[in-house]
């Protein structure tokens, strides 16, 4: 194949990335080239020969289900290295196996929440979008790894408004959407049942709504979350606007438990990974589940389609 490949970041060596990324080249390398980046010596046993490597030693030994801080380091730049990758045009997009914050943090002192975090930084510190998305569903929360006690402070117009531009802008650029149809969460039972249990809706979440629409965009709500998921709601928009991270995660793991895709928006590059984490209780064991990382590398891949045209 003459484009340039998917690249993939091993993530956390003791789980279960090294894995499901052979079996997800084994599933698509007749579609999409792949290339992994990580210490070889992690890898299954009965990784085939021509899995292609760009190999980087890491010090120390795989133990499946015991995260090793000294492979930290090597997993971090491992996705420095994909993303320059992808920004200097040597690959098309990078798909980021799971981490593990901990022992990144304990072998070197990692100071990011997560890979969308780090991502950012790495971009030059833009305004970015978490997406989980299915063939069923796609959601974005507009809060994400905080306690659900801290989410009425966190809202904020300028955070509701910035998530819904930048994700309309990506579901225009990378999906080839043209004018997405955003459905919008209220925050309370109801969507605030006109105030009486909660104001947050009519005092900042419709006016939000409502300038956005001045704007152009086809956006509208706020809904109660507990209709707006089922099979006939969900044909009335192309993205839910969620207001925390269970309200918008519930319903697409319900759906599609194996096989959704986290998706950064409002990068200047493509990352996908797989909507699941590092596993350790399976890890080693041969069983693991590689749904969710073939729908990542074929969703990248349309991603960079879509962006290339």
């Known amino acids: 194949m003459s484009q340039p490949p998917i690249v993939i970041s091993c993530g956390e060596p003791a789980g279960i990335g090294p894995e499901i990324a052979v079996t997800a080249w084994a599933a698509l390398k007749d579609q999409v080239p792949i290339v992994w980046i990580g210490d070889p010596s992690h890898l299954p046993t009965h990784t085939p020969s021509d899995f292609p490597v760009l190999a980087r030693d890491f010090g120390a030994p795989r133990v499946p289900g015991v995260p090793n801080p ?6 971090i730049d491992a996705i420095a290295e994909g993303v320059e990758m992808v920004t200097s045009g040597k690959a098309r ?14 072998g070197a002192d990692f100071a990011y929440p997560g890979h969308t975090e780090y991502l950012s930084a790495l971009a030059g510190d833009v305004p970015v979008v978490m997406m989980l998305a299915c063939d069923a569903l796609r959601v974005v929360p507009a809060t994400i790894h905080i306690p659900l006690s ?20 990506a579901l225009q650029r990378d999906f080839g959407i043209t004018s997405p149809r955003i459905a919008v969460a209220g925050l309370n039972p109801h969507a ?7 104001h947050e809706e009519g005092e900042m979440i419709a006016p939000v709504i409502t300038a956005l629409r001045a704007q152009g965009l086809d956006i509208f ?6 209709t707006m ?19 918008a995660l519930i319903p697409i793991k319900t759906l599609d438990f194996s096989g959704g895709v ?13 909507d699941h984490g590092t596993a350790f209780d399976i890890a080693g064991k041969g069983i693991a589940d590689a749904t969710s990382m073939i729908a990542a590398i074929k969703m ?5 389609d879509a962006r290339s045209r």
């Open 70 to 75: 000294a492979h930290a380091q090597g997993v």
């Open 93 to 106: 997009a990078i798909c980021t196996a799971p981490i593990h914050k901990a022992a990144l943090k304990d």
């Open 150 to 169: 801290e989410v009425p402070s966190q809202l904020t117009a300028r955070l509701l408004t910035d998530t819904a531009l930048i994700t309309a802008r």
């Open 192 to 198: 605030g049942e006109d105030g009486k249990m909660g």
């Open 221 to 226: 709500g706020p809904l109660s979350a507990d």
């Open 229 to 247: 998921f089922h099979a006939g709601a969900r044909a009335g928009y192309d993205v839910a606007l969620c207001m925390y991270h269970d309200q």
């Open 262 to 274: 986290n998706v950064t928006l409002g990068l200047p590059f493509i990352r996908t990974s797989p």
């Open 300 to 304: 990248a891949a349309t991603m960079a």
